[in-house]
């Protein structure tokens, strides 16, 4: 069996957290999967996964050989990557990775032009929460909210975000339109159960700063919950355009104060590991990201 068909059917199946998983990615049969494992620990005479009817966890020598193995992957898709890089197009998969609302709202918009213009190229999209280390998680791109300024990445902004306050139509009818940000005192209010900072409400008018933190009967871990909870009339919230202007257009949410949409409180980033040469299907993709996001009117900009 060839090594390094060993070595990328291992990584999967830790990654996919299921030899099922694993084929599915790899276009095998889970069966084919298994002997390729059993045939790998056999030839090394270690057991590197502990498999139950659940899930399957590394064994000590599983997580050294596993770090072993994404690092002579990494290192072979470098080698080709500067090999070619003079002469072809850019190509191989791109471990894409989007932050809380980014995947649906910003990356899955701009994948198929992607695609069109590459198609060498396959996309392995990923979701999450929090903001991950890169590097262990072997991502190609992150794309956040947010720029980071950690050792090691680059950082490009790709376009501003603003944060809106906005409600239902239902919920005003019933509750009122507060006319200011001290007015939502008297509101029922949606907030973060895990990002605190985004709980503290601004609104730049005549001139003047005004502030609020804002409570109420519901918080939640992620921004989809929240817009959920808002587009239901359970209260009002705060998110960023890019996630809620399809609602806004539509109608079923209503911005209370348009001064915050002259106010760009952040910026949409694409992270990459610095390296001494950027593969060529990652600076494809940011610079893809990059044009449509500012050569355009996005349909989630406002």
């Known amino acids: 069996m060839n090594k390094l068909i060993e070595m990328e059917t291992f990584i999967q199946v830790v990654d996919a957290g ?20 059993s045939a790998l620990e056999d ?30 992957l990494i290192n072979i898709d470098d080698a080709e990557e500067a090999a070619s890089a003079n002469h072809t197009e850019p190509r191989g998969r791109l471990r894409v990775i989007g932050m809380n609302a980014c995947s649906p709202n910003i ?23 929090y903001f991950p ?8 791109v992150a794309v956040r909210i947010g720029e980071v300024t950690t050792k090691g990445l680059e950082c490009v902004r790709l376009a501003p975000s603003r944060r809106l306050i906005c409600a239902s139509p239902e919920y005003l009818a019933i509750h009122g339109t507060p006319l200011s940000l001290a007015c939502l005192a008297d509101h029922n209010c949606i907030g973060f159960s895990t990002s605190h ?15 609020i933190q804002p409570s109420g009967n ?38 209370l104060y348009p001064e915050q949409l002259d106010t760009i409180t952040n910026y949409v980033c694409a992270i990459y590991p ?18 449509e996001l500012s050569s355009r009117k996005f349909k989630c900009l406002s």
């Open 107 to 129: 990356i899955l918009p701009l994948v198929s032009g992607f695609l069109r213009r590459y198609p060498s190229i396959q996309i392995d999209l990923h979701q999450a929460e």
């Open 197 to 211: 900072k985004f709980n503290n409400w601004e609104l730049n008018r005549n001139k003047k700063t005004e502030k």
């Open 218 to 255: 519901l918080v939640a871990s992620n921004a989809q919950l929240i817009r959920q909870a808002a587009l239901l009339g359970w209260g009002i919230c705060q998110l960023s355009d890019f996630l809620i202007n399809p609602d806004i257009e539509a109608g079923r949410l209503v911005v």
């Open 274 to 291: 610095r390296k001494k040469r950027s593969p060529k299907k990652t600076l494809a993709f940011v610079a893809h990201l990059e044009e």
């Open 133 to 140: 280390d890169m590097v262990a998680a072997d991502m190609d």
């Open 18 to 37: 299921s030899l099922a998983a694993a084929a599915r990615r790899l276009r095998r049969n889970p069966s084919s999967v298994s002997k390729i494992i």
């Open 43 to 72: 030839r090394l005479e270690v057991r590197l996964l502990t498999r139950t009817t659940r899930n399957i966890t590394l064994t000590d020598a599983g997580e050294d050989f596993f770090e072993h193995c994404k690092a002579i």
